[in-house]
C-alpha cells in the first residue's frame, strides 16, 4: 500500500530570516492543508537567493508530493522564486506575452504603466502552468514532475489566499486524489507542567491515529489530538473519546478545549456569580491586568505598584480598591526575585475565603509574569467553581 502524500512548504525573503517580516504564510497554509486532508511533514524558510532556493526545492520534491513556496514573485532582482524553481529543475525561463498583457491590463486599470522591471513577472520556468493572481500583479505557477510538484505563490497574504483557495486547494485535491480530511481539537490545562501532563498520558502520545502532541506555555499546556478521516463526522467520532479519556486522567487541570481562555474561564466563573474583580499587582509589568483588559463584564480594574513593595502594602491597596471599585473578589500579585529564581506570592480575597499561595518559577525571567498571570487566573478557576 503506496504511503499517503504529503506536502512542504518554503517560505522564501531575506526579510524573514532577518526577522524583519513575521511569517504568518506558514500557520494559513498548514491549516488549508489540514482541511484537505493533506499531511505536512516539514516547512523550511531560505532567502532571496536563487541557488539557495533551488537547493531547498529539490530537497523537498524528493521527498514530498506537493511543494508550496511563497514569496519572491516580485519585479525586483531579489525576487528569485521563478529563477530558483527552473535552476532546480533544470531547465529555462521562457516569456509568456499572455501574462504581461495580462500585468499591463492590471496596470491601466489603475491608471498606470508598468515599468520594463515588471516584464520580469511575465517569465516562468518551461512548462509551468500559470495561475491567475485576481488581486495582485505577480502570477503564480505550478511546475509538475512525474512524482511532485511545485507550486509558486506571491508572498502577499491577501493575494495568497485567494489563490490558495480559488486554484491551489482545488488543483492539490484533484492531482492527489485526496479523500480525507485531517480534523484538530486541543485539550486546554493550566497549573500543572508538561512533564506532569506527559507523565499521565504517553501511552496516547504514541497513537498513530489520532495523533497527540503537548505544546507548553507558560503556566499552561495545551494537548492537540489530530485525526485523519473520510470526513468530519468521523473524524470528531475518533476524537471524541480520547478527550474524555483525558478530561478523566488529568481532573481539573484541564480548563476547556479549542478557543477557550484561561482569561475568559475565570471571568466566566465570575459572570456566573455576579462577582466583581479587581486586580493589585507588584513586580508583573502590570501582565494580569493587560491579559484581563479585553475583557469587559466583571473585571472592576487593576492597580499596578512599584517593584518590591512589601505584601503588606499590596494587602492595604487592593482592600482599598476593592472598596472603592465596589468590586467582591480582590487578586493581589507579588513577583519578587529569590537568587535564580523568582517568587510568586498570590492573594485571593473572595466572600466565602482568602487564600495565600506561594510558588517558584525557576524558567527564563521574561516567561515569569506570563507564568504568574496563569497561576492567578488558574487560582480563581479553581477556588470559586463550586
Known amino acids: 500500500m503506496s504511503k499517503p502524500p504529503r506536502a512542504e512548504i518554503i517560505t522564501i525573503g531575506t526579510e524573514l530570516l532577518l526577522g524583519e517580516t513575521v511569517d504568518t504564510n506558514t500557520a494559513r497554509l498548514a491549516q488549508a492543508l489540514c482541511g484537505i486532508g493533506l499531511d505536512l511533514f516539514y516547512t523550511s524558510t531560505v532567502g532571496d537567493n536563487a541557488k539557495r532556493i533551488a537547493q531547498a526545492v529539490r530537497q523537498s520534491m524528493d521527498r514530498s508530493q506537493a511543494v508550496i513556496t511563497t514569496g519572491g514573485l516580485g519585479p525586483t532582482i531579489d ?10 529543475l533544470d531547465i529555462p525561463t521562457e516569456f509568456h506575452a499572455d501574462l504581461w498583457e495580462e500585468i499591463q491590463e ?39 514532475t512525474a512524482s511532485s510538484c511545485v507550486i509558486a505563490l506571491p508572498g502577499v497574504p491577501g493575494e495568497l489566499i485567494v489563490i490558495l483557495e480559488e486554484s491551489v486547494l482545488p488543483y492539490l485535491r484533484d492531482r492527489l486524489d485526496l479523500r480525507h480530511v485531517i480534523l484538530t481539537r486541543t485539550v486546554r490545562t493550566a497549573g500543572m507542567g508538561e512533564s506532569w501532563v506527559d507523565d499521565r498520558i504517553q501511552d496516547l502520545e504514541r497513537m498513530s491515529n489520532p495523533t497527540i502532541g503537548l505544546a507548553a506555555h507558560a503556566g499552561r499546556v495545551d494537548i492537540r489530538i489530530a485525526a485523519k478521516a473520510e470526513d468530519e463526522e468521523k473524524a470528531e467520532s475518533m476524537i ?7 478530561r478523566q486522567r488529568l481532573g481539573d487541570v484541564v480548563y476547556g478545549t479549542d478557543e477557550d481562555s484561561l482569561e475568559g474561564v475565570a471571568l466566566g466563573i465570575l459572570s456566573q456569580r455576579d462577582l466583581r474583580l479587581v486586580v493589585v499587582e507588584s513586580g508583573t509589568a502590570g501582565a494580569l491586568g493587560e491579559a484581563l483588559a479585553p475583557h469587559a463584564g466583571p473585571f472592576a ?13 499590596i494587602e492595604e491597596e487592593l482592600n482599598a480598591a476593592m472598596e472603592r471599585l465596589h468590586a467582591s473578589v ?8 529569590q537568587g535564580r529564581q523568582r517568587l510568586l506570592v498570590c492573594r485571593l480575597v473572595a466572600p466565602e475565603r482568602s487564600e495565600r499561595l506561594e510558588r517558584f518559577f525557576g524558567g527564563p525571567p521574561d516567561n515569569a509574569p506570563r507564568w504568574a498571570v496563569s497561576l492567578a487566573l488558574n487560582l480563581i478557576r479553581k477556588r470559586l467553581s463550586a
Not at 525576487?79 to 532546480?88: P, S, V
Not at 480594574?301 to 502594602?313: A, N
Request: hydrophobic share 40%; glycine share 10%.
Open 301 to 313: 480594574g487593576s492597580l499596578t505598584l512599584q517593584h518590591d513593595v512589601p505584601e503588606e502594602k
Open 330 to 337: 480582590g487578586l493581589g500579585l507579588k513577583l519578587s526575585e
Open 79 to 88: 525576487d528569485a522564486t521563478r529563477e530558483g524553481i527552473a535552476l532546480a
Open 240 to 246: 471524541a473519546p480520547i478527550v474524555t479519556t483525558l
Open 106 to 144: 492590471l496596470f491601466a486599470l489603475y491608471g498606470r504603466t508598468p515599468t520594463e522591471n515588471n516584464r520580469r513577472q511575465a517569465f516562468l520556468p518551461m512548462g509551468a502552468k500559470p495561475i491567475r493572481n485576481p488581486v495582485g500583479t505577480a502570477p503564480a505557477f505550478i511546475v509538475e
